[in-house]
C-alpha cells in the first residue's frame, strides 16, 4: 500500500530554519510530481512547492519563492522542503501529496495520494 509519510516539522522562532522530509512507500514506479501544501485554521488547504519526478522541475507559490526550496532525493524514494526565513504566517499543517500524471501543478485536487502532514509553528 502506497504511504507518503512526513517528518521535520517543529516550533521555530521567526526568521528560523526547518526541513520537512516525505518518504514514499510501497510505490512501485515514479509519481509524476510530488508537491507540498499547507493549510492553516480556517483556510484553505494551499500550493506550497512541486517538483516533477524525473526532470526535477521545480514551481512554488509567489509566498515562498526564495525561502523554500524542494528537492528529491530517487535513490531514497524521498522528497525534501528545506524552509528557510520562516514566518509567523508560515504557520500551517504541511501535507506532501504526489500525482501520477501531467497537466496542472498548482491545485490539490490533481493529486492522488496525501501525507497525514507535519505540524509547523513559528512563533514571533
Known amino acids: 500500500q502506497v504511504q507518503l509519510v512526513e517528518s521535520g516539522g517543529g516550533l521555530v522562532q521567526a526568521g528560523g530554519s526547518l526541513r520537512l522530509s516525505c518518504a514514499d512507500s510501497g510505490r512501485n514506479f515514479g509519481w509524476y510530481a510530488m508537491a507540498w501544501f499547507r493549510q492553516a485554521p480556517g483556510q484553505e488547504r494551499d500550493f506550497v512547492a512541486a517538483i516533477t519526478w524525473s526532470v526535477g522541475m521545480t514551481y512554488y507559490a509567489d509566498s515562498v519563492k526564495g525561502r523554500f526550496t524542494i528537492s528529491r532525493d530517487n535513490a531514497k524514494n524521498t522528497v525534501y522542503l528545506q524552509m528557510n526565513g520562516l514566518k509567523p504566517e508560515d504557520t500551517a499543517v504541511y501535507y506532501c501529496?504526489?500525482?501520477?500524471?501531467?497537466?496542472?501543478?498548482?491545485?490539490?485536487?490533481?493529486?492522488?495520494?496525501w501525507g497525514q502532514g507535519t505540524q509547523v509553528t513559528v512563533s514571533s
Open positions: 501529496a504526489a500525482k501520477s500524471y501531467g497537466g496542472t501543478i498548482y491545485r490539490r485536487d490533481a493529486y492522488d495520494r
